[in-house]
C-alpha cells in the first residue's frame, strides 16, 4: 500500500491536504532535492511575479532591481523558519527532525509558487480591469498553502490543532529574534571588517613611509 | 540619498558625456543666432525624479543693465513686467523710478519719477516694489512700498486714486500697510501682497474700497499642527488662548492670467513645503490643491557644509500660451512648466556669466511671445535682465505641448517625434506619441511607446485595445487552436490508455504462458 516514487508524493500530498503529511510520515517519504528544488523555484517566481508580468501589471521599474530582497525572501525566510520551528518544536517535544521540518515546510510551498506563475501567465492577456482574476488566484493560492503548511508542522511534529496554532505563533516570534540576532551580527561583523582593514591600511602605510 | 541622486546624475552626465556634447555641439551650430554654450549643465527629470541630462529650450542671449539702456546703472531693481502690447516696466526700487522699455529691450520710452497726484500735487515713490498695467483700462498699478501706499495713475503719470491703509475692522489697525506686489484683474478689483500678514493678499474694489483677504495658503498638515488641532478640541477657552495657533505661510508673489482669469501665487519660504504655487479662481478657490504637496523646482535640496539649498520661489510668470514660469533664487535657475504643471525646462544658474545670477538675489521673471519665445529673467543683485531665447528645441516643444494639452493628439505626433531625434530623454515626448498612436488606432505603438515611458497606465489602455483588435482578427484561429488542442488532449489519452492496456495485458500473458510451459 502506498509505495509511491518522489514525484508521486509530491502529488499525493499536495492533493490531500489533511491526510498528505501523515502519509508521507508514515512511509518516511520526501526528499531534501526536491526541497532545493521547491525553494530555487520559489525564488525565480518571486522575481518572475515582479520582472515578468505584462507590463500593465509590472509594479516596479526596470531600474530599481536588486537581487538581494528576493534571495532574502525566499532562501532567508525559509531557513529561519525551519530553524525557527525546530528550535520551538524540540523544547515542545515535538518529533520532527530538522530535515523533516525543510521537507515538510517546502512542499507546502508549492501552491503558492503555482499561483504566482499562474499570475505571471495570467498577466500577459488580462487588462487591470480584470484584476479579480488574480485576486482569486492569489487567495486560492495562499489560503492552500496555509493549509498545507498547518498540517505540514502537525503532521511532522505529532501535534494537535491547539499545539499547532502555537507552534506556528512562537515559530514567527522565533523567527523575527533570529532575523534581528543576524543583522545584528552581521553589522558587528561588518565593524570589526572595517577595524581590521583600517589596521591593515594603516600598518601598510606605516611601512611604505 | 539626496547626495547619492546628486552623484549619480553627475555620473550619467560623466557617462553620456559624449553624446550630450557631440547633441549641444550640433545644437549650438544649428539652433542659434549668436550665443555661446551655456554656463550649466542643462537637465530635467526622468519620470523617476532623477536628474538627466537634457537639451535646451532657452539660451542666454544677452544681458541688459541701466547703462547699456542710456541711464543711470539700476538700483535693486523690484520687478519687472510686460504689458499687452509687449512693453516692459522695470521698477527701479532703489532709484524709486519705473521704467518704460521698449519689446525688444534696448530703449527705455520713459521714466516714471514724479506723479501728478488728483489735486495737482506732485509725488515721487519710495522704494516702490511691483507694477502692474490693466491690459483692459492700460491703468498702472504701483506698489510704493516705504509711501505704505498704492498709487492707480494714467500712462501719462497722473495718479487716478491712491490706496492707503484701510480703516476697516477687517483690517488689523496695529499692522503697517506696505505693499510689495500689486495687480487688478479683469473686473478691476486691485489685489496687494502685503509681508506681514498670512491671511492671502489685500483686496480692493475697483473704487479702491477695502473688500478682504483673498486667495490664502493652506495650513501644511504637519504633526504638529494635528496635534494642535486635537488639544484645542479639548481644550477649554482659557486653555485655548494662550495654546499656539496654526497659521499658514504668506505667498509673496503672484501673477495673473489675463485670459483666463486665475490668478497664480509664489510661496517663497523654506519652512513649507505646502501650496508653494496656487492657480486661484476668482472665488478664491486653488485649483492646484489636489496637488498642494507638489515639488515645485528642483525634486531635491542639496546639502553643503551644513546649509539647505532649497528651492526658493520668488517670482512667478503665466506666458502667453499658459506655461507657467517660476524662478528659484536660491539656484538662479526659471521652472518652466506647461499649463498642467508638467515641467518643460529648466534654465540658469547662479555666477557671473551670461545666464547666471547672484544667488538668492533674483527679482522677477517675464515671458513674452506667443510660444514664450523669450523669457526675461530681473537679478536686482547685478542691476541687469538677462534675455533667453529659445531654441529649435524649445519651440518644437511648445508646439507639440500646445497641441497635446488642447487634445489634437494626431496633429502633436510630428512634433513630438522630432522632441525625441533631438532629445531621447524627454520623456513627454514618449507619452505625446504614445497618445497620437493609440487616437490613430495603431495599439501596438502606443504599447511601445507607453513601455518606453514607463507608464504603465497608458499600456494597460492601450493593450486592451489592442487584444480585442487581436482577438476579432483571430477569433476563428483561436477558436480552431482551442478545439484542436482539446481534441488532441483525449486522442493522446486514448492513445495512453490502450498503451496501458496494451502492456497490462502483454504483462499478465506470459505468466499465463510460463504456467502453461509453452513458450512462444
Given at each position: 500500500?502506498?509505495d509511491?516514487?518522489?514525484?508521486q508524493?509530491?502529488k499525493h500530498?499536495v ?5 498528505g503529511?501523515?502519509?508521507?510520515r ?8 526536491y526541497?532545493?528544488v ?6 525565480i ?15 516596479l ?5 536588486s537581487?538581494?530582497p528576493?534571495i ?6 525559509f531557513?529561519a523558519w525551519?530553524?525557527?520551528n525546530?528550535a520551538v518544536?524540540?523544547?515542545l ?14 512542499y ?9 506563475f499562474?499570475?505571471?501567465?495570467l498577466?500577459?492577456?488580462?487588462v ?7 485576486d ?15 498540517n ?5 511534529h505529532?501535534?494537535?490543532f491547539t499545539?499547532?496554532?502555537a ?5 514567527l516570534c ?8 543576524a ?7 561588518q565593524k ?7 589596521l591593515?591600511t594603516e600598518?601598510?602605510y606605516?611601512?611604505?613611509? | ?7 549619480n ?9 559624449a553624446?550630450?556634447?557631440s547633441?549641444?555641439c ?16 542643462v537637465?530635467?527629470y526622468?519620470?523617476?525624479g ?8 532657452y ?13 543711470t546703472?539700476f538700483n535693486?531693481p ?7 502690447k ?12 519705473i521704467?518704460?522699455?521698449n ?21 515721487k515713490?519710495?522704494?516702490p516694489?511691483?507694477?502692474?498695467i ?11 512700498n516705504e509711501?505704505?501706499r ?18 476697516s ?30 491671511k492671502?493678499a489685500a ?16 495650513v ?13 478640541a479639548?481644550?477649554?477657552?482659557e ?9 499658514p505661510t ?10 483666463k ?8 519660504s523654506?519652512?513649507?513645503?505646502t ?5 486661484v479662481?476668482?472665488e ?9 504637496n507638489y ?5 531635491f535640496s542639496?546639502?553643503?557644509s551644513?546649509?539647505s ?10 506666458g ?5 514660469n517660476c ?7 526659471v ?5 498642467e ?11 557671473d556669466?551670461?545666464?547666471?545670477f547672484?544667488?538668492g538675489?533674483?527679482a ?6 506667443a ?11 547685478k542691476g541687469?535682465?538677462?534675455?533667453f ?5 524649445g519651440?518644437i516643444?511648445h508646439?507639440a ?7 489634437y493628439y ?9 522632441v525625441l ?11 505625446g506619441?504614445?497618445s ?7 495599439y501596438k ?7 518606453k515611458a514607463d507608464?504603465?497606465?497608458?499600456y ?19 477558436l480552431?487552436?482551442?478545439?484542436l488542442i ?10 495512453l490508455?490502450?498503451?496501458q492496456?496494451?502492456?497490462?495485458d ?6 499465463h504462458?510460463t504456467e ?5
Open positions: 500500500m502506498m509511491l516514487t518522489q514525484p508524493w509530491v500530498v492533493f490531500h491536504p489533511f491526510e503529511f501523515e502519509d508521507l508514515w512511509k518516511k517519504g520526501g526528499t531534501l532535492k526541497t532545493a521547491i525553494i530555487a523555484a520559489l525564488f517566481a518571486l522575481i518572475a511575479f515582479d520582472r515578468w508580468c505584462g507590463f500593465q501589471f509590472r509594479p521599474p526596470d531600474a530599481m532591481f537581487v538581494v528576493y532574502m525572501r525566499s532562501v532567508i525566510y531557513l525551519v530553524l525557527g525546530w518544536c524540540t523544547l517535544d515535538g518529533e520532527g527532525t530538522m530535515k523533516n521540518i525543510a521537507i515538510y515546510s517546502s507546502a510551498l508549492i501552491p503558492y509558487i503555482v499561483q504566482m499562474t499570475q505571471v501567465v498577466s500577459h492577456v488580462l487591470r480591469a480584470e484584476g479579480v482574476f488574480f482569486t488566484v492569489y487567495y486560492i493560492g495562499i489560503i492552500w498553502t496555509a493549509l498545507l503548511l498547518f505540514a508542522i502537525k503532521a511532522v505529532q501535534y494537535t499545539k499547532t496554532v507552534a506556528i505563533v512562537l515559530t522565533a523567527m523575527l529574534i533570529i532575523l534581528f540576532l543583522v545584528l551580527f552581521l553589522s558587528l561583523f570589526v571588517y572595517v577595524f581590521f582593514y583600517s591593515y600598518i601598510l606605516r611601512v611604505r613611509v | 540619498m539626496r547626495n547619492y541622486v546628486k552623484t546624475a553627475r555620473r550619467r552626465l560623466m557617462q553620456s558625456a553624446a550630450v556634447l547633441l549641444l550640433t545644437a549650438s551650430v544649428l539652433m542659434l543666432p549668436a550665443s555661446a554654450d551655456e554656463p550649466y549643465d537637465y530635467n526622468n519620470y523617476l532623477e536628474a538627466v541630462p537634457s537639451q535646451a529650450g539660451l542666454a542671449e544677452r544681458s541688459v543693465s541701466g547703462l547699456d539702456l542710456g541711464t546703472a535693486a523690484g520687478d519687472l513686467f510686460k504689458d499687452e509687449d512693453q516692459f516696466y522695470l521698477v527701479d526700487s532703489g532709484n524709486n523710478r521704467l518704460r522699455i519689446s525688444e529691450f534696448d530703449e527705455i520710452l520713459q521714466i516714471y519719477d514724479t506723479f501728478t497726484m488728483p489735486d495737482g500735487s506732485q509725488t515713490l519710495k522704494n516694489k511691483g507694477v502692474f490693466s491690459p483692459d483700462t492700460g491703468l498702472m498699478y504701483i506698489a510704493d509711501n505704505a498704492a498709487l492707480v495713475c494714467e500712462q501719462d503719470g497722473s495718479v487716478v486714486m491712491e490706496i492707503t491703509k484701510p480703516e475692522a477687517v483690517y488689523d489697525q496695529q499692522l503697517t500697510f506696505l505693499p510689495q506686489k500689486i495687480l487688478c484683474d479683469n473686473a478691476g478689483n486691485i489685489y496687494i501682497v502685503l509681508n506681514n500678514t498670512t492671502g483686496m480692493f474694489g475697483a473704487d479702491g474700497s477695502f473688500i478682504g483677504y483673498y486667495g490664502a495658503n493652506a501644511a498638515a504637519t504633526a504638529t499642527v494635528i496635534a494642535n488641532h486635537f488639544w484645542n479639548i481644550a477649554s477657552e486653555e485655548k488662548r494662550y495654546r499656539s495657533r496654526s497659521t504668506a505667498f509673496d508673489n503672484f501673477d495673473i492670467d489675463t485670459v482669469g486665475f490668478i497664480y501665487t509664489s510661496t517663497s523654506g519652512s513649507t513645503d501650496d508653494i504655487v496656487k492657480k479662481n476668482p478664491g478657490y486653488n485649483l492646484f490643491s489636489y496637488m498642494s515639488t515645485w523646482g528642483d525634486l542639496t546639502w553643503y551644513g546649509t539649498y532649497k528651492t526658493k520661489i520668488v517670482d512667478i510668470d503665466i502667453d500660451d499658459g506655461s507657467i524662478l528659484d533664487a536660491t539656484t538662479g535657475r521652472f518652466q512648466y506647461d499649463k504643471a508638467d515641467l518643460l525646462f529648466i534654465m540658469g544658474t547662479t555666477g556669466q551670461v545666464g547666471a547672484t544667488q538675489n533674483v522677477a521673471v517675464e515671458t513674452k511671445g510660444g514664450c519665445e523669450n523669457i526675461y529673467v530681473l537679478d536686482a543683485g541687469t535682465v538677462t534675455v531665447g529659445q531654441t529649435v528645441f519651440s516643444v508646439d505641448t500646445k497641441l497635446y494639452n488642447g487634445g494626431e496633429e502633436a505626433l510630428e512634433p513630438w517625434l522630432e531625434k533631438r532629445d531621447g530623454n524627454y520623456r513627454r515626448a514618449y507619452l506619441i504614445s497620437a498612436y493609440y487616437n490613430m488606432g495603431r505603438d502606443s504599447m511601445e511607446y507607453a513601455k507608464a504603465s497606465g497608458r494597460n489602455r492601450a493593450f486592451e485595445r489592442y487584444r480585442s483588435q487581436w482577438l476579432r482578427q483571430h477569433l476563428t484561429q483561436l480552431i487552436g482551442i478545439v482539446i481534441a488532441g488532449i483525449y486522442i493522446l489519452k486514448f492513445y490508455r490502450r498503451q492496456k496494451k502492456a497490462l502483454t504483462a499478465k500473458a506470459p505468466e504462458q502453461g510451459g509453452t513458450a512462444s
